[in-house]
């Protein structure tokens, strides 16, 4: 129930947004398609975005840290933030970006300390992750990577950054087959990366023990997670206020 409360208070704020962006804006507000299809159904948040947000309640603690890549205009990093999560989200998408930015503004006006716990980057993950611990990485709709090596490289930021919650269907590119889902499992195991089923086609990964548990495998993690603080550190003011609108 406190999910789909705070599921009810994202659409209240965002929608009545959403279409005046839209209407304002038309193609210039990366909305596309899919923002318009949702405003159709009155329902910001997919099925998938929910059931993540319920697993999350359910088996993290307020306050804990959810990183998610290709946020689009940011209603599950918000939807996070109201109940009480911090949350990294990484949109890439200059326009979407753009639109997240604004919707963050807007939200604020609203929940101000849920809007405050939310942190918005505009670039391409894992490039500028903040020093700060991260607890998961979700994705529940990143379609549109477009090459083996951005998946490789999310891959081994899930496994530096300890974990990470993953549709199989919607990673990379849409995925409807089981043996799709199978290739990438196993891509994730050649990663490294331990896949374990929590619901439909969404998996926990960890750091599989052979490569996590030894010395030698924490040593790497190390190294990986100090690779990504250093681009923070080196990049901070252009990687946090993201590209220009």
Request: aromatic content about 6%.
């Amino acid at each position: 129930p406190e999910v789909l409360d705070a599921a009810e208070t994202v659409n209240q704020v965002a929608l009545p947004w959403l279409q005046r962006r839209i209407e304002t804006m038309g193609d210039r507000s990366g909305a596309q398609r899919f923002y318009a299809l949702k405003l159709q159904d009155a329902q910001l948040l997919s099925s998938r975005e929910l059931a993540c947000a319920s697993y999350i309640a359910r088996s993290m603690a307020p306050g804990s840290t959810i990183c998610e890549p290709g946020i689009g205009y940011g209603q599950f990093p918000f939807l996070l933030g109201l109940l009480g999560y911090r949350c990294i989200g990484y949109e890439c998408d200059h326009k979407r970006y753009a639109g997240a930015v604004g919707l963050k503004a807007h939200l604020a006006c609203v929940a101000p300390e849920a809007a405050s716990r939310v942190v918005l980057i505009g670039d391409f993950f894992p490039r500028g992750m903040p020093n700060q611990r991260v607890d998961l990485v979700v994705t529940t709709n990143l379609v549109n990577l477009g090459s083996n090596r951005a998946r490789l490289s999310i891959a081994r930021a899930i496994h530096a950054l300890g974990g990470g919650l993953v549709d199989v269907s919607t990673f990379g590119r849409q995925r409807d087959e089981p043996r799709e889902h199978d290739a990438l499992i196993h891509e994730f195991g050649v990663a490294g990366l331990r896949c374990d089923r929590v619901f439909g086609t969404t998996y926990r990964l960890t750091p599989a023990t052979g490569a996590a548990g030894t010395l030698l495998g924490r040593a790497r993690h190390a190294t990986r997670l100090l690779r990504l603080r250093a681009r923070f550190i080196g990049r901070r003011s252009g990687l946090i206020q993201g590209p220009d609108d």
